[in-house]
């Protein structure tokens, strides 16, 4: 195999991978909430201020996603992308 590549390390980012667990667990649960004619918003934020899961459906497993990730987990993804789609954000 090539010297020059078996020399190189190679770095993983946790955190990448978090913040994009993190998109994919809120898009989701917003999916399943919409289909079932609640809104999203409202029962997420329920769900992020109480940490009751009842806030959220049980269709499409959403409840049990949700809960993949802590919920400061969950707002600082949310902060993070909001705060960088208005320009106020150092990443």
Do not use: H
Not at 59 to 71: G, V
Request: net charge negative; glycine share 4%; hydrophobic share 30%.
């Amino acid at each position: 195999m090539n010297d020059k590549l078996d020399n190189l390390t190679v770095m993983y980012n946790v955190e990448k991978d978090k913040n994009k667990e993190a998109r994919n667990i809120l898009a989701s649960v917003y999916s399943s909430l919409k289909e079932k004619g609640y809104n999203p918003i409202n029962q997420i934020v329920g769900y992020l201020l109480s940490g009751d899961p009842a806030y959220i459906t049980s269709y499409n497993n959403a409840r049990n996603i949700i809960r993949k990730l802590e919920r400061d987990e969950l707002l600082e993804e949310m902060l993070k992308t909001y705060l960088k789609e208005i320009g106020s954000s150092d990443d």
